[in-house]
C-alpha cells in the first residue's frame, strides 16, 4: 500500500523507496493523473487524504472532491479516502474535505498525546491539539481558521503583501504594493530559511528560484527594482515579512497550547527545522527519517495499515 496526499499545490506519495513531492497546481489543470500513473501498476493499493479540492478550478468543493477520488481510482481502483470523521471512504463523500491534517493527527495522537502539532508547508501552517482527538472530528477549514487550527501562511507560496501593509526602508514608512511580486519563498531563499532545491513551487514572475533573482522580485513590492533600493534594503523586506509570518505562527501556537493543555510542540513540513529550533520543539523529520514533509500522505498510510485496510 501507499499514502498519497491531494493537494491544491502539491501531491505527495509515500512508498516503499520514500517521500515524493510532485509540483501540481489543480487550478492550472495539472497532469494528477500522469503523475499517479507512475506509481500504478505495482499490485500496490492506495490510501489517500486530500485538500486540493477547494483549488478554483472547481465550482465547489463537491466537484473537487468527486474529479480527485474519479482520477486516483482510474489508476488504484481500490483506494481508500480518509474523511475528517476518522473512518475511510470507498467513495466520494462530504466528509473528504480537507483531512490532511486529520489524518496526521490520528496517526501521531498516541506517540505524542500531550503536545501540539505545527506542519507549516508551502502554503499553509495547521496548527493541531492531539490530545483532543475526538473534539478535532467534523472539523471543516473553515472552523479551524475560526478556532485558530489554521493560518494560512507557508513557506513558499504566501503573497508577501498578504503579511506586510508596509515596510521600512532606509528608516522611511513605505506602504507596499498589493501586486503578486514577491512570495514567501522568495524571502525565505534570501534568508537562508530553505534551500534552492526547496523551493519547488512556481516564482511569481517565471523567473528563477535563485538568491538574486528573489532580492528582485522583493523589490518590486515597493514599486522599486534592486538597484533603487540595494540589496541592504531588499533583504530587509524579507526579514520584515519572516518576523511578521513568525509571529502570527507562533501566537496561534501559543493559543492552542494555552487552550489544549499542550506541553511540547511537534513539527513538520517545510518548515519544520526552523519551527522547531524557535519553540525547543521535536521535529519529525528527524524522528520519521524524512517523511515529515510529506507527514499527511506518510500518516494515511500508517493510519490504513494500523486499522489492517489492504
Same mark, same amino acid.
Given at each position: 500500500?501507499?499514502? %498519497?496526499?491531494?493537494?491544491?499545490?502539491?501531491?505527495?506519495? +509515500?512508498?516503499?523507496?520514500?517521500?515524493?513531492?510532485?509540483?501540481?497546481?489543480? &487550478?492550472?489543470?495539472? !497532469?494528477?493523473?500522469?503523475?499517479?500513473?507512475?506509481?500504478?501498476?505495482?499490485?500496490?493499493?492506495?490510501? @489517500?487524504?486530500?485538500?486540493?479540492?477547494?483549488?478554483?478550478?472547481?465550482?465547489?468543493?463537491?466537484?473537487?472532491?468527486?474529479?480527485? @477520488?474519479? +482520477?486516483?481510482?482510474? =489508476?488504484?481502483?481500490?483506494?481508500?479516502?480518509?474523511?475528517?470523521?476518522?473512518?475511510?471512504?470507498? #467513495?466520494?463523500v462530504p466528509e473528504l474535505a480537507a483531512a490532511n491534517w486529520l489524518a496526521s493527527a490520528d496517526y501521531l495522537r498516541e506517540r505524542y498525546p500531550d503536545a501540539v502539532l505545527l506542519d507549516?508547508?508551502?502554503?499553509? *501552517?495547521?496548527?493541531?491539539?492531539?490530545?483532543?482527538?475526538?473534539?478535532?472530528?467534523?472539523?471543516?477549514?473553515?472552523?479551524?481558521?475560526? #478556532?485558530?487550527?489554521?493560518?494560512?501562511?507557508?513557506?513558499?507560496?504566501?503573497? +508577501?503583501?498578504?503579511?506586510?501593509?508596509?515596510?521600512?526602508?532606509?528608516?522611511?514608512?513605505?506602504?507596499?504594493?498589493? $501586486?503578486?511580486?514577491?512570495?514567501?519563498?522568495?524571502? =525565505?531563499? +534570501?534568508?537562508?530559511?530553505?534551500?534552492?532545491?526547496?523551493?519547488?513551487?512556481?516564482?511569481?514572475?517565471?523567473?528563477?528560484?535563485?538568491?538574486?533573482?528573489?532580492?528582485?522580485?522583493?523589490?518590486?513590492?515597493?514599486?522599486?527594482?534592486? $538597484?533603487? %533600493? /540595494?540589496?541592504?534594503?531588499? #533583504?530587509? %523586506?524579507?526579514?520584515?515579512? &519572516?518576523?511578521?509570518?513568525?509571529?502570527?505562527?507562533? #501566537?496561534?501556537? &501559543?493559543?492552542?497550547?494555552?487552550?489544549? /493543555?499542550?506541553?511540547? @510542540?511537534?513539527?513538520?513540513? %517545510?518548515?519544520?527545522?526552523?519551527?522547531?529550533?524557535?519553540?525547543?520543539?521535536?521535529?519529525?523529520?528527524?524522528?520519521?527519517?524524512?517523511?515529515?514533509? *510529506?507527514? !499527511?500522505?506518510?500518516?494515511?498510510?500508517?493510519?490504513?495499515?494500523?486499522?489492517?485496510?489492504?
Amino acid at each position: 500500500m501507499i499514502g %498519497i496526499d491531494v493537494g491544491g499545490a502539491n501531491l505527495k506519495v +509515500v512508498d516503499g523507496s520514500g517521500a515524493h513531492i510532485h509540483y501540481c497546481p489543480l &487550478w492550472k489543470e495539472a !497532469p494528477l493523473g500522469d503523475l499517479l500513473s507512475a506509481y500504478a501498476g505495482r499490485g500496490e493499493n492506495a490510501a @489517500v487524504v486530500m485538500s486540493g479540492e477547494l483549488a478554483d478550478s472547481f465550482s465547489g468543493k463537491a466537484e473537487g472532491i468527486g474529479f480527485i @477520488v474519479d +482520477v486516483v481510482r482510474e =489508476h488504484f481502483p481500490d483506494a481508500i479516502f480518509y474523511g475528517t470523521d476518522g473512518v475511510f471512504h470507498d #467513495r466520494a463523500v462530504p466528509e473528504l474535505a480537507a483531512a490532511n491534517w486529520l489524518a496526521s493527527a490520528d496517526y501521531l495522537r498516541e506517540r505524542y498525546p500531550d503536545a501540539v502539532l505545527l506542519d507549516v508547508g508551502s502554503t499553509t *501552517a495547521d496548527i493541531v491539539p492531539l490530545g483532543r482527538f475526538d473534539d478535532l472530528l467534523g472539523l471543516t477549514d473553515l472552523l479551524r481558521l475560526q #478556532r485558530g487550527y489554521l493560518v494560512y501562511t507557508g513557506m513558499l507560496r504566501t503573497n +508577501v503583501a498578504t503579511i506586510l501593509r508596509a515596510v521600512e526602508i532606509n528608516g522611511i514608512f513605505t506602504p507596499v504594493s498589493t $501586486e503578486y511580486f514577491a512570495c514567501s519563498g522568495d524571502a =525565505h531563499l +534570501v534568508l537562508g530559511t530553505i534551500r534552492p532545491e526547496d523551493y519547488t513551487s512556481a516564482t511569481p514572475d517565471g523567473g528563477q528560484a535563485t538568491v538574486g533573482a528573489a532580492l528582485r522580485r522583493l523589490s518590486r513590492v515597493v514599486c522599486s527594482d534592486l $538597484e533603487e %533600493i /540595494g540589496e541592504a534594503a531588499a #533583504r530587509s %523586506i524579507a526579514l520584515q515579512f &519572516w518576523a511578521a509570518q513568525q509571529g502570527m505562527i507562533l #501566537r496561534a501556537v &501559543w493559543e492552542c497550547m494555552g487552550r489544549s /493543555g499542550g506541553r511540547h @510542540v511537534v513539527c513538520a513540513g %517545510i518548515g519544520s527545522g526552523v519551527f522547531a529550533e524557535t519553540l525547543k520543539g521535536t521535529d519529525l523529520n528527524r524522528d520519521l527519517g524524512g517523511m515529515a514533509d *510529506a507527514l !499527511p500522505a506518510y500518516a494515511v498510510l500508517e493510519v490504513a495499515q494500523r486499522n489492517g485496510s489492504r
